[in-house]
């Protein structure tokens, strides 16, 4: 297939993959009257049976079968799937509480977080302007911190696991729908022991929810599991730079939707912090594409095309 045609769909795929992600927060918000940890059970449970479904649509059990059998990659995966139930549990919780804008601020830290890591564990250099970028960041949130005698907890620590999630995920040979199918599968004796032994709440018997609530919860597997499938096969199809300048759609959109539907403070410390995260953001998403540009016209020069 024409690579054209390939690069067209990777960045459809990343535009749906961000523009779900960016806009869960109203989905998460109908479902305000039901408790995160309840709300994060039918994520995981309602995945599982999404992710069955496709994995035998696909015929790709023997690659599930496959890791099974390595108990060093399943306890990775048990890593991992903790850090991913964390963060998902942890952002249902930071919409439902109004801190939107703690969840907005943590997914615009993450890409720099990643370069940070990426540095530190993965032997990889970072260039002049990401450096600067990842030091205003840090600058940012030291003075929300000496100033205000406040830190960004909610922000820092769903960028921290999810950055960790990723840098696990990256170093690992497991292809993409097999690893999130075992993480959710690691995830399900949990969420199943949870709903078994919590205490009885309005909304715990399914018998007796209204239809509304019912498929809300039970959507949870869908909105949970389709953005991440198309954010993997985005990421076959267009390079890590191409794909980074997508990645800003969705804390956007959780920006947007914080102030100006649910009415969240945007104060003078929050002000400060995002100042310097979206200065950092626009250095180095220009030193991405200056580096993009400069690999391109090197190739150029490298086949021999004038």
């Given at each position: 297939?024409?690579?054209?045609?390939?690069?067209?769909?990777?960045?459809?795929?990343?535009?749906?993959?961000?523009?779900?992600?960016?806009?869960?927060?109203?989905?998460?918000?109908?479902?305000?009257?039901?408790s995160a940890f309840e709300i994060l059970t039918h994520r995981v449970v309602w995945s599982v049976v999404f992710l069955i479904v496709i994995v035998s649509a696909m015929r790709q059990w023997h690659n599930i079968k496959g890791i099974i059998v390595q108990p060093k990659l399943l306890l990775m995966l048990v890593l991992t799937s903790s850090l991913l139930?964390?963060?998902?549990?942890?952002?249902?919780?930071?919409?439902?509480?109004?801190?939107?804008?703690?969840?907005?601020?943590?997914?615009?830290?993450?890409?720099?977080?990643?370069?940070?890591?990426?540095?530190?564990?993965?032997?990889?250099?970072?260039?002049?302007?990401?450096?600067?970028?990842?030091?205003?960041?840090?600058?940012?949130?030291?003075?929300?911190?000496?100033?205000?005698?406040?830190?960004?907890?909610?922000?820092?620590?769903?960028?921290?696991?999810?950055?960790?999630?990723?840098?696990?995920?990256?170093?690992?040979?497991?292809?993409?729908?097999?690893?999130?199918?075992?993480?959710?599968?690691?995830?399900?004796?949990?969420?199943?022991?949870?709903?078994?032994?919590?205490?009885?709440?309005?909304?715990?018997?399914?018998?007796?929810?209204?239809?509304?609530?019912?498929?809300?919860?039970?959507?949870?597997?869908?909105?949970?599991?389709?953005?991440?499938?198309?954010?993997?096969?985005?990421?076959?199809?267009?390079?890590?730079?191409?794909?980074?300048?997508?990645?800003?759609?969705?804390?956007?959109?959780?920006?947007?939707?914080?102030?100006?539907?649910?009415?969240?403070?945007?104060?003078?410390?929050?002000?400060?912090?995002?100042?310097?995260?979206?200065?950092?953001?626009?250095?180095?998403?220009?030193?991405?594409?200056?580096?993009?540009?400069?690999?391109?016209?090197?190739?150029?020069?490298?086949?021999?095309?004038?």
């Open positions: 297939m024409p690579i054209d045609t390939e690069q067209r769909k990777g960045a459809i795929l990343a535009c749906v993959a961000f523009l779900i992600w960016g806009l869960a927060p109203i989905y998460f918000k109908q479902l305000q009257h039901v139930g964390f963060n998902w549990g942890l952002f249902i919780w930071a919409v439902n509480n109004n801190h939107m804008l703690d969840a907005s601020l943590g997914y615009y830290i993450n890409p720099l977080l990643n370069v940070l890591l990426g540095m530190l564990f993965l032997g990889e250099r970072l260039r002049k302007f990401q450096l600067v970028a990842v030091a205003l960041a840090f600058s940012g949130v030291m003075l929300q911190l000496i100033s205000f005698g406040s830190f960004p907890v909610v922000a820092f620590s769903l960028a921290t696991s999810f950055a960790i999630y990723g840098l696990l995920r990256k170093k690992l040979p497991v292809v993409a729908l097999t690893g999130i199918t075992l993480e959710a599968l690691i995830l399900l004796p949990v969420a199943l022991i949870y709903w078994w032994l919590m205490q009885p709440t309005a909304t715990s018997d399914l018998v007796l929810n209204d239809w509304h609530t019912n498929i809300l919860l039970i959507s949870a597997g869908i909105i949970t599991t389709l953005p991440l499938l198309c954010f993997t096969g985005a990421a076959k199809r267009l390079q890590y730079t191409t794909l980074g300048f997508f990645q800003y759609i969705g804390p956007s959109l959780m920006f947007i939707l914080a102030v100006l539907l649910y009415d969240e403070v945007f104060d003078a410390e929050r002000v400060l912090t995002f100042a310097c995260i979206w200065s950092a953001l626009a250095i180095f998403s220009w030193d991405s594409y200056r580096q993009s540009r400069k690999r391109k016209k090197a190739a150029i020069v490298a086949s021999g095309v004038v």
